[in-house]
């Protein structure tokens, strides 16, 4: 079990980084490991926004392996390096972590090779990659994370978010969501649920060239929808095919610069409850997360199966 | 021509089905319905009201907020500010009008026997789940697994639902006055669905045992699910009740589909009393 939301403003920029926060903290319940967030500011600007980390978490409940921080600082400047030679200019850099950074930086050139000089790096993980996307993820609840990033004060029109309760692969920040759709900037996916073939999916995917950086499941539905927006297949379409390609009980999200989508599996099996309007649409695991935007009595309802829904911003 | 014990059950929602003769109704001696009471029920008056504020209770306060109202006999109960937080209403063995004033979360009025509830918002999954008798009536949509495993009352949503309504059903009447989502009335062993909306896919999948009314499309059936034929009994009960569930939409009922199970069971029990509530 673990908890999506999702809010996107149509025309309008506002504080999504606190409402994201109010939301998952609604959620802790249904997945207490760790909180994610993929928040789009107002965007425009033709310089890329960098979220990368070169280490995990370690703090007590991860998974991940101890390391001397010392090494942190080694590995973000061979990034540092890797950037001026993939032909990039870092315009601003600042560290959130010790382990976790947030970059502007210009670059012209291919995304794909830029991200895989980058991530050449030991433990060198884009977590987006984009002109409005910023993704952070980490250990801890909601607000324990938006706390620790400064999420709170965050501006931008949309954001999807994720608590996770970990289930198919370890507590630590390379299986918690969102996951960047690699190497197409600004998309980003949560999912709740199983796939049941992922293994056969991930094999055709990786032979196609596409990465994975996890063993979580979820991961897989960022790229698969990466490879076929590679294809060239518009968002809607590509999720409506994912609904018969991947197996399982699941409800994701998925955020593009101006959009948000959701889908449910061909048996519903996953909760998504949905509150629109003319001005936002919001959705959630459950109801609670939409009160504590719209504490006021809403008319809600449940998507039904095998459903896709994408709104604009 | 009913008589008079068969209109009492019937009001009461204490009709059942036996596979025997399928779509057959078997009617309970409601004087031993009657009769039946939990030790530990109390004596309510339904004119003693009073009021609830959820804002700031969390779920077991308001559920023991609501029984000690009742033992000291209010039969009138107005929940107000629920903001569809979870499992609220849920275990009340009791004869008691509550009036939900909003929007329940998940697993609300859950495991209950014999209360009166309106609400006048939406409910998330899992409403009246295991509810035994009784009447719930939400006037917006519901979620998923809408009345899983009921076994007697009459569950009504004005609105749509979700997935899986009525899944493992044992008995009572579910009635939604929208559409409905896949596999409605899975593995359903006894009572009657009424939709009058659309239905979607693998309607009434592993179907036991039990009817299924369709007002509008169904997007498939399920295995075991079959169509049958409606009859003037049929009519005549989906009039009254639909006058019960306060739906006053206009029917068509010669166009509305019937299901009932296609398969034959050979180890079924079809003998299972609403007496056999005192179990719980």
């Given at each position: 079990?673990?908890?999506?939301?999702?809010?996107i403003?149509?025309?309008k920029?506002?504080?999504?980084?606190?409402?994201?926060?109010?939301?998952l903290?609604?959620?802790?319940?249904?997945?207490?490991?760790?909180?994610?967030?993929?928040?789009?500011g107002?965007?425009?600007s033709?310089?890329?926004?960098?979220?990368?980390?070169?280490?995990?978490?370690?703090?007590?409940?991860?998974?991940?392996?101890?390391?001397?921080?010392s090494?942190?600082?080694?590995?973000?400047?061979?990034?540092?390096?890797k950037i001026?030679?993939?032909?990039?200019?870092?315009?601003?850099?600042?560290q959130?972590?010790?382990?976790?950074?947030?970059?502007i930086?210009?670059?012209?050139?291919?995304l794909?090779?830029?991200?895989?000089?980058?991530?050449?790096?030991?433990?060198?993980?884009?977590l987006?990659?984009?002109?409005?996307?910023?993704?952070?993820?980490d250990?801890?609840?909601?607000?324990?994370?938006?706390?620790?990033y400064?999420?709170?004060?965050?501006?931008?029109?949309?954001?999807i978010?994720?608590?996770?309760?970990?289930?198919?692969?370890?507590?630590?920040?390379?299986?918690?969501?969102?996951?960047?759709?690699?190497?197409?900037?600004?998309?980003?996916?949560?999912?709740?649920?199983?796939l049941?073939?992922?293994w056969?999916?991930?094999?055709?995917l990786?032979r196609?060239?596409?990465?994975?950086?996890?063993?979580?499941?979820?991961?897989?539905?960022?790229?698969?929808?990466?490879?076929?927006?590679?294809?060239?297949?518009?968002?809607?379409d590509?999720?409506?095919?994912?609904?018969?390609?991947?197996?399982?009980?699941?409800?994701?999200?998925?955020a593009?610069?101006?959009?948000?989508?959701?889908?449910?599996?061909?048996?519903?099996?996953?909760?998504?409850?949905?509150?629109?309007?003319?001005?936002?649409?919001?959705?959630?695991?459950?109801?609670?997360?939409?009160?504590?935007?719209?504490?006021?009595?809403?008319?809600?309802?449940?998507?039904?199966?095998?459903e896709?829904?994408?709104?604009?911003? | 021509?009913?008589?008079?014990?068969?209109?009492?059950?019937h009001?009461?929602?204490?009709?059942?089905e036996?596979?025997?003769?399928?779509?057959?109704?078997v009617?309970f001696?409601?004087?031993e319905?009657?009769?039946?009471?939990?030790?530990?029920?109390?004596?309510?008056?339904f004119?003693?009201?009073?009021?609830?504020?959820?804002?700031?209770?969390?779920?077991?306060?308001?559920?023991?907020?609501?029984?000690?109202?009742?033992?000291?006999g209010?039969?009138?109960?107005?929940?107000?500010?629920?903001?569809?937080?979870?499992?609220?209403?849920?275990?009340?063995?009791n004869?008691l009008?509550?009036?939900?004033e909003?929007?329940?979360?998940?697993?609300?009025?859950?495991?209950?026997?014999?209360?009166?509830?309106?609400?006048?918002?939406r409910?998330?999954?899992?409403?009246?789940?295991n509810?035994?008798?009784?009447?719930?009536v939400?006037e917006?949509?519901?979620?998923?697994?809408?009345g899983?495993?009921?076994?007697?009352?009459?569950?009504?949503?004005?609105?749509?639902?979700?997935?899986?309504?009525?899944?493992d059903?044992?008995g009572?009447?579910?009635?939604?006055?929208?559409?409905?989502?896949?596999?409605?009335?899975?593995?359903?062993?006894?009572g009657?669905?009424?939709?009058?909306?659309?239905?979607?896919?693998?309607l009434?999948?592993?179907?036991?045992?039990?009817?299924?009314?369709?007002?509008?499309?169904?997007?498939?059936?399920?295995a075991?699910?079959?169509?049958?034929?409606?009859t003037?009994?049929?009519v005549?009960?989906?009039?009254?009740?639909?006058?019960?569930?306060?739906?006053?939409?206009?029917v068509?009922?010669?166009k509305?589909?019937?299901?009932?199970?296609?398969?034959?069971?050979?180890?079924?029990?079809?003998?299972?009393?609403?007496?056999r509530?005192?179990?719980?």
């Amino acid at each position: 079990m673990c908890g999506i939301a999702g809010i996107i403003h149509k025309g309008k920029s506002t504080n999504v980084g606190s409402q994201m926060q109010q939301m998952l903290q609604s959620l802790k319940h249904r997945g207490p490991d760790s909180t994610g967030y993929a928040l789009y500011g107002t965007g425009g600007s033709k310089d890329y926004i960098l979220r990368f980390k070169v280490g995990e978490n370690v703090k007590e409940g991860s998974s991940a392996v101890m390391e001397d921080e010392s090494l942190y600082d080694q590995r973000r400047d061979e990034v540092n390096k890797k950037i001026t030679e993939a032909g990039g200019k870092i315009i601003k850099q600042e560290q959130i972590t010790p382990y976790s950074f947030r970059y502007i930086t210009s670059f012209n050139g291919d995304l794909l090779d830029f991200a895989r000089k980058i991530e050449s790096v030991e433990m060198a993980e884009i977590l987006s990659l984009g002109n409005s996307l910023e993704l952070i993820k980490d250990i801890g609840d909601a607000k324990v994370v938006a706390d620790q990033y400064g999420l709170n004060n965050f501006k931008g029109t949309h954001g999807i978010g994720h608590t996770r309760m970990a289930t198919e692969s370890g507590v630590d920040i390379r299986s918690a969501h969102p996951y960047w759709a690699y190497p197409f900037k600004d998309v980003s996916v949560v999912h709740n649920g199983q796939l049941t073939n992922y293994w056969n999916n991930r094999r055709a995917l990786e032979r196609k060239g596409m990465r994975f950086m996890s063993s979580c499941d979820s991961e897989l539905i960022a790229v698969y929808l990466a490879n076929k927006i590679r294809d060239g297949i518009n968002l809607e379409d590509a999720m409506s095919s994912s609904l018969k390609d991947l197996d399982g009980v699941f409800t994701y999200m998925v955020a593009t610069q101006d959009q948000l989508g959701m889908a449910k599996d061909s048996m519903a099996a996953k909760p998504m409850v949905l509150y629109e309007s003319d001005d936002v649409v919001i959705c959630a695991s459950e109801e609670v997360a939409i009160r504590t935007i719209l504490p006021h009595e809403i008319d809600t309802y449940d998507p039904y199966e095998s459903e896709v829904k994408v709104w604009q911003a | 021509m009913a008589s008079v014990k068969e209109h009492k059950s019937h009001d009461m929602g204490l009709h059942e089905e036996v596979l025997t003769g399928r779509t057959q109704q078997v009617f309970f001696n409601p004087e031993e319905a009657e009769n039946y009471f939990y030790d530990d029920a109390f004596d309510v008056d339904f004119n003693k009201r009073t009021t609830i504020d959820v804002a700031n209770l969390n779920a077991p306060e308001v559920n023991k907020k609501i029984k000690d109202l009742m033992k000291q006999g209010y039969g009138t109960i107005v929940l107000k500010n629920p903001g569809a937080k979870h499992s609220l209403g849920v275990g009340i063995l009791n004869k008691l009008n509550l009036i939900v004033e909003g929007s329940l979360g998940y697993f609300g009025i859950g495991s209950v026997d014999g209360p009166v509830v309106r609400i006048s918002g939406r409910v998330g999954w899992s409403c009246a789940e295991n509810m035994m008798a009784g009447k719930v009536v939400i006037e917006k949509n519901a979620g998923s697994c809408f009345g899983a495993a009921i076994r007697g009352g009459d569950l009504i949503c004005k609105g749509s639902v979700g997935a899986r309504s009525g899944i493992d059903m044992k008995g009572g009447t579910i009635i939604i006055g929208g559409n409905a989502g896949a596999f409605t009335g899975f593995m359903m062993q006894r009572g009657r669905i009424v939709i009058l909306g659309d239905v979607g896919p693998n309607l009434a999948d592993s179907l036991y045992d039990g009817t299924i009314f369709v007002g509008g499309k169904i997007e498939s059936l399920g295995a075991d699910a079959v169509e049958s034929e409606m009859t003037d009994l049929d009519v005549d009960w989906l009039k009254r009740k639909l006058k019960v569930a306060e739906i006053d939409k206009k029917v068509d009922f010669s166009k509305m589909t019937k299901i009932v199970s296609g398969k034959k069971l050979w180890n079924y029990d079809n003998l299972e009393p609403t007496e056999r509530k005192g179990a719980i």
